[in-house]
Each structure stands twice: as structure tokens, then as C-alpha cells.
């Protein structure tokens, strides 16, 4: 298991930016999946951006492409996600979550593999809310 922890979060107006990270600590072999998810009230909790270790290949689900950005710090075992032009229905609670996969298909936003389920280390949460 890895552990993860996220700061980060906050309110801000529609436009606005926050920037969250995730602390983690590291696989000790391999390769693995590291992503944004996020649940709003009243939603299931659904993939926004994963990236993955071994070639640095990154995925977004359409609703948030060209508005955020998944990157890592392997040097600070930190993950990021830039978020800018912010909607309001982007607010929800955001999680940091990570899987070991052995390529980027298991880390891409359509399929069964995307489902939250399929990744075993969680964080605690972190909550955007972006007003109007």
C-alpha cells in the first residue's frame, strides 16, 4: 500500500485556480497508476486525470481537458494537479489515489479499469468548491 495525503484545497471564484498536491510514499518496484478522482454530493466518485509512472503518459476525462494538469515530482514523491479556470461544477471533494500497473492502458479514464475500485491506495480528501 501507499500511502497518500493531500493539501491543497479551498473555495474560489468560477475562473479562479487552485493547484492541489499528494504527498506519497513510494512502490518499492514497478511501475503504478497515480490519479485525481473526485465526488461531488449526490454523484459516484469519478476519475478527473492519471498519470503513469513508467513513461509519464497522462489522461483526463474530457469535462476537465485543457483546463487541468496532472504532473508528478519524483524527486519530492509529490503529485500535483494544476487546476485553472474553474467551474463551479467542479466543486467536489478531490482524492489522491495510486495502483500498480504494469502499463498506461490500466491508467486510462474509459473502460472498467478506470473505476475506482481498481486502485487500492487511497488519501483522506481534500475539498474545492468554486462559486459563481
Known amino acids: 500500500q501507499v500511502q497518500l495525503a493531500e493539501s491543497g484545497g479551498g473555495s474560489v471564484r468560477a475562473g479562479g485556480s487552485l493547484r492541489l498536491s499528494c504527498a506519497h510514499s513510494v512502490y518499492t518496484t514497478g511501475s503504478y497508476c497515480m490519479g485525481w478522482f473526485r465526488q461531488a454530493p449526490g454523484k459516484e466518485r469519478e476519475g478527473v486525470a492519471t498519470?503513469?509512472?513508467?513513461?509519464?503518459?497522462?489522461y483526463y476525462v474530457d469535462s476537465v481537458k485543457g483546463r487541468f494538469t496532472i504532473s508528478r515530482d519524483s524527486t519530492k514523491n509529490t503529485l500535483y494537479l494544476q487546476m485553472n479556470n474553474l467551474e463551479p461544477e467542479d466543486t467536489a471533494i478531490y482524492y489522491c489515489a495510486a495502483t500498480a500497473a504494469g502499463s498506461g492502458w490500466w491508467c486510462r479514464l474509459q473502460g472498467p479499469q478506470s473505476h475506482p475500485s481498481e486502485y487500492k491506495s487511497w488519501g483522506q480528501g481534500t475539498q474545492v468548491t468554486v462559486s459563481s
Open positions: 498519470i503513469y509512472t513508467g513513461t509519464h503518459s497522462t
